[in-house]
């Protein structure tokens, strides 16, 4: 083994362990703002595969929309809607716990099975164009995947302007229907819940 | 033990375990924006199977990077509405808790 060969084992294991130890880190720490920082580092690692895989521009991609974006995102509506609650407790929860784990581990072992079991067809010659992808996204996008790439455009206006919609509050000064002043108060501490548990 | 790469396989396996944690943790979380995170790891997994076998079966035209980038484009939309109808159920409910968003449920 080169030493080449190497530093991509040692990169690839750390990156990997990074992956699934925060992703464990994710699901089961108790903190929500502790999991959202882990998520962010569980997208770098991503970046850092792809890297691996002779993949700049899609790592860059992933940095900028997930860490930059999503992770960002999610941290906000962490801050909006953190408020500490007692969770009521449930029944069964032991085997809803023992029923899921045991579905999760069978997928993963079915899942491991296949891909070890399987013969791939890999290219003979590992002749990765490299630098090159970019400049090859760039002729897909515009040539033969042309009209997915117009619309996701339009799917991302649609989801724009759908979580404005969704998100925003009433500012208008009166309701339009009664005519009586509309509540202008943080309506989190004013009002009642407006969907009241029946039981 | 001789290899000249990484092998396809490892790209796989670990793909494969951060898609089953991606599921435990959908199907175990009680906050909503857990829920949301957990769907991440699991678009992420698919990614990293995109881009894996678009390295190692396809690395001349590379499509497996394009669908990658697509899938990326979708959950960033998907992360916005999710996130925002997240809000509005807890302006509506004031919790975050999965078993409390029962209006569905007959």
């Known amino acids: 083994m080169s030493i080449a060969i190497t530093t991509q084992f040692i990169c690839f294991t750390v990156l990997s362990l990074v992956v699934i130890i925060g992703a464990l880190g994710v699901v089961l720490l108790e903190s ?8 962010g580092g569980v997208f770098m ?5 792809y890297l691996l895989l002779n993949a700049s521009f899609v790592a860059a991609a992933q940095v900028l929309v997930y860490v930059g974006a999503v992770n960002v995102l999610i941290i906000f509506a962490i801050m909006l809607v953190n408020k500490k609650e007692d969770l009521k407790p449930i029944d069964d929860i032991k085997s ?8 999760c581990l069978t997928l993963l072992s079915l899942l491991i099975r296949v891909d ?11 002749n990765s164009i490299g630098e090159e992808s970019t400049i090859r996204i760039g002729e897909h996008l515009f040539s033969d995947y042309l009209l997915p790439f117009e619309v996701a455009s ?20 009166k309701d339009i229907s009664t005519g009586l002043p509309v509540d202008q108060e943080l309506i989190e501490k004013s009002s009642e819940p407006l969907l009241t548990n029946k039981n | 033990m001789n290899l000249e790469s990484i092998p396809l396989q490892a790209f796989l396996i670990v793909s494969s375990a951060l898609f089953c944690i991606g599921i435990w943790g959908l199907l175990n979380s009680r906050n909503a924006v857990r ?10 997994a698919v990614n990293i199977n995109l881009m894996a076998f678009s390295s190692y079966i396809d690395n001349n035209l590379i499509q497996g990077q394009v669908f990658t ?10 992360a916005a509405v999710g996130l925002a109808i997240l809000l509005s159920l807890y302006r509506n409910r004031v919790t975050v808790d999965m078993e409390s968003f029962n209006l569905l449920k007959w």
Do not use: C, H
């Open chain 2, 69 to 78: 980038i697509f899938v990326i484009t979708v959950a960033a939309a998907e």
């Open chain 1, 154 to 173: 339009v799917l991302l206006l649609m989801a724009m302007i759908g979580a404005i919609v969704l998100a925003r509050r009433d500012v208008m000064s």
């Open chain 2, 35 to 44: 829920v949301l995170m957990s769907i991440e790891l699991m678009l992420n």
């Open chain 1, 32 to 39: 929500i703002v502790y999991s959202a920082f882990l998520l």
């Open chain 1, 45 to 49: 690692s991503v970046a850092g595969l």
């Open chain 1, 96 to 103: 809803r716990r023992v029923i899921s784990t045991s579905i």
């Open chain 1, 116 to 126: 070890l079991t399987n013969v791939w067809s890999l290219s003979s010659p590992q």
